[in-house]
């Protein structure tokens, strides 16, 4: 079983920066690929990163290449999402998860919300105009 805790949600203005974490439990942790997904109001769950047991292989959505960075810290068990360049249009909860595939070049499930284990229970982020 993993357990995942999201945190470092708020408030912020457009062209600001965001950091989230995932704090996860468990011994697993290290062997499993952890993304981030999001749900703004209205909206369908959508992909925004994912990573590699070892942090070889990253996946951005279109949509925040460029201004969001995923990485992890294995001997802490976390996994951050850092979000510079916010825009209105990021506001949504954000969602953390883990799945026990290995992520490779060439993957494909990784998007898809439903292939996924565990999930957090998400963190809010307001983008202000």
């Known amino acids: 079983q993993v357990q995942l805790v999201e945190s470092g949600g708020g408030l912020v203005q457009a062209g600001g920066s965001l950091r989230l974490s995932c704090a996860a439990s468990?011994?697993?942790?290290?062997?499993?690929?952890m993304s981030w997904f999001r749900q703004a109001p209205g909206k369908e769950r959508e992909f925004v990163a994912a990573?590699?047991?070892?942090?070889?292989?990253?996946y951005y959505a279109d949509s925040v290449k460029g201004r969001f960075t995923i990485s992890r810290d294995n001997a802490k068990n976390t996994v951050y999402l850092q979000m510079n360049s916010l825009k209105p249009e990021d506001t949504a909860v954000y969602y953390c998860?883990?799945?026990?595939?290995?992520?490779?070049?060439?993957?494909?499930?990784?998007?898809?919300?439903?292939?996924?284990?565990?999930w957090g229970q998400g963190t809010q982020v307001t983008v202000s105009s």
């Open positions: 998860a883990a799945d026990s595939r290995r992520l490779m070049y060439g993957s494909t499930w990784y998007a898809y919300g439903y292939e996924y284990d565990y």
């Open positions: 468990g011994r697993t942790f290290n062997s499993y690929t």
């Open positions: 990573v590699s047991w070892n942090s070889g292989v990253t």
